[in-house]
């Protein structure tokens, strides 16, 4: 079999296959696997649950995703055809050689853009809760002695509320300007600026 017509096998067969799934992506794509307990559990309790594949930051993109797959088949059969159709590049060794490494350039290329734009994207627009120790908050419900309130505090630009308790159990009125010292779980523990 001749090497330029497999090359443009490969080239086809990618190229459709990227055709194919951009078109079809919105029909079959984007379903989350879903469990339903309801059997086991007579409460009817339902669950879901999502998974990936990938040990890496982005789960479900892998170094060996279908794009990534898909992107190096299609780059070797391009760069083998026009390798094979170049004189001094069109004996089989080299013109195979070179494919094989421009597909793996352009495969490895797509999958450092992929990444770059879904850690971007992915990025959560909640700060992490390590940075509010010491920082002020407003009381929007007032704490009784020993109690628990809410405050409203502002970070990254969004203001977010949380339930909290005064750090010595003491009654701390609505409005004021409090510091939150600690947070435990999902509880704010606040001290009074005065």
């Known amino acids: 079999m001749d090497l330029f017509l497999i090359y443009l096998v490969c080239f086809g067969t990618g190229l459709c296959f990227t055709l194919?799934?951009?078109?079809?992506?919105?029909?079959?794509?984007g379903h989350e696997a879903h469990v339903d307990l309801g059997h086991a559990d007579p409460a009817g309790a339902h669950g879901h649950a999502?998974?990936?594949?990938?040990?890496?930051?982005?789960?479900?993109?892998?170094?060996?995703s279908?794009?990534?797959?898909?992107?190096?088949?299609?780059?070797?059969?391009?760069?083998?055809m026009i390798f094979a159709k170049i004189e001094i590049l069109s004996p089989p060794w080299?013109?195979?050689?070179?494919?094989?490494?421009?597909?793996?350039?352009?495969?490895?290329?797509?999958?450092?853009l992929f990444r770059a734009i879904f850690r971007r994207t992915q990025c959560s627009s909640e700060g992490r809760v390590a940075a509010l120790v010491n920082g002020p908050a407003t009381l929007i419900t007032p704490i009784p002695e020993n109690g628990v309130g809410e405050i409203a505090y502002v970070q990254a630009g969004t203001r977010y509320t949380a339930p909290a308790r005064s750090?010595?159990?003491?009654?701390?009125?609505?409005?004021q300007t409090v510091r939150i010292s600690r947070i435990v779980g999902t509880q704010f523990y606040v001290r009074s600026v005065d």
């Open 50 to 64: 999502e998974g990936g594949l990938g040990t890496s930051d982005m789960p479900g993109f892998a170094a060996l």
């Open 167 to 175: 750090e010595g159990g003491t009654a701390i009125s609505n409005g």
């Open 20 to 29: 194919i799934s951009a078109f079809t992506a919105h029909v079959f794509g």
């Open 94 to 112: 080299i013109s195979l050689s070179l494919a094989t490494l421009s597909g793996f350039v352009i495969a490895a290329a797509i999958l450092f």
């Open 66 to 80: 279908p794009t990534t797959i898909a992107a190096f088949i299609t780059a070797f059969g391009g760069f083998g």
